[in-house]
């Protein structure tokens, strides 16, 4: 059974999102099972303040409005900050178009607590068609950038086969370099000493990097036995 006082707090940055598609979020997170819920954070860099609806979800929800937009890994600091100054155990960065089951939060945190050594986890991840998605890497170089750019979609099939690590299957626990920013659970006392994101990087990259700062203390790690559902669509 979780030790349910193991606490967590979650924050979502927002863009002009569908209203439906972050409250099924929020529902997800609000009827998890066996988890202790601070809060969940809701940082809005939309022009406008119409998502503040949300907030009235439950009495976790809180909503920052921001449209100065400062980046994507500087809105998950805001919370991340709060998650640190108030002793938080666990800190869930997650992006709105995620979908999850009653089960998925605790038994990742019970992951966590029976392997002090983990910092940061991320679970299976499938599109909602039921496709695997192949998130977790090896750090990129500048060759795989721009070998993006030019090769045939043959080569680029080979490249990507290495470089997103199939030839694991996706079928066992292990440390990975470079974890999807779509779904990061940390431990909050890692975050205190590894840091949180770097807001130099405005948006993409970041979870990069902050995935190679935990991998270099052997903190990184895929969890397989649970998953996730991400309407992803990626774009650039």
Known sequence: MLNR????N???????NKPNQVIDLIQDILSSKDIKL???????HSPTNDLNQLSQIASQVIYYFNPS????GAGHNLAIKH??????DFHLVVNPDIRFNQQVLAELIQFMLNKPQVGLVMPKVYYPDGRLQALCKLLPTPWQIIARRCLSQQRLDQLNYQYTLQASAYNQIMQVPYLSGSFMLFRVVDLAIIGGFDER??????????SRRFYQQQKAWFYPHVSIIHEHNQQS
């Not at 006082?5 to 967590?8: C, F, G, K, L, R």
């Not at 990087?201 to 902050?210: G, V």
């Open 5 to 8: 006082q193991s606490s967590i």
């Open 201 to 210: 990087f405005f948006m993409y990259f970041e979870d990069t990097d902050i």
């Open 10 to 16: 979650i924050s979502i940055v927002l863009y002009k």
């Open 38 to 44: 601070n809060h969940i954070y809701l940082i809005d």
């Open 69 to 72: 937009n400062l980046g994507y």
């Open 83 to 88: 998650s640190i100054n108030n002793l938080i």
